[in-house]
């Protein structure tokens, strides 16, 4: 059974950084992506960053390019997500999620294709 742990939200000022953390375990094999989605009160969860299960690809939704960078430790099942420039808007509760890889070079963005999610992390940044 996959699990999954956040750290490193909390609340800053605009124009802060954070970095978050996501420690897996119970990953049966090497081929998992590991990657970022984001709810806002009231909002639907949306994904955030994301990068194939061999690293060769990734993607960003169009709010944070330039801004975040998603980067994983394959020795420490451990995902990161940099976030620089934090604008208010960004304020959400942080979730890694799991899905088994398909191909080398398919970042999922669909939350319906992830079968294991952490318990999130809140990240609140003021104006």
């Known amino acids: 059974q996959v699990q999954l742990v956040e750290s490193g939200g909390g609340l800053v000022q605009a124009g802060d950084s954070l970095r978050l953390s996501c420690a897996a375990s119970?990953?049966?094999?090497?081929?998992?992506?590991l990657n970022w989605f984001r709810q806002a009160p009231g909002k639907e969860r949306e994904f955030v960053a994301g990068?194939?299960?061999?690293?060769?690809?990734?993607r960003y939704a169009d709010s944070v390019k330039g801004r975040f960078t998603i980067s994983r430790d394959n020795g420490k099942n451990t995902v990161y997500l940099q976030m620089n420039n934090l604008k208010p808007e960004d304020t959400a509760v942080y979730y890694c999620?799991?899905?088994?890889?398909?191909?080398?070079?398919?970042?999922?963005?669909?939350?319906?294709?992830?079968?294991?999610w952490g318990q999130g992390t809140q990240v609140t940044v003021s104006s």
């Open positions: 119970g990953l049966t094999s090497s081929s998992y992506v």
């Open positions: 999620a799991a899905a088994r890889g398909t191909s080398a070079w398919y970042v999922p963005i669909d939350k319906g294709e992830y079968a294991s």
């Open positions: 990068n194939a299960w061999n690293g060769f690809n990734s």
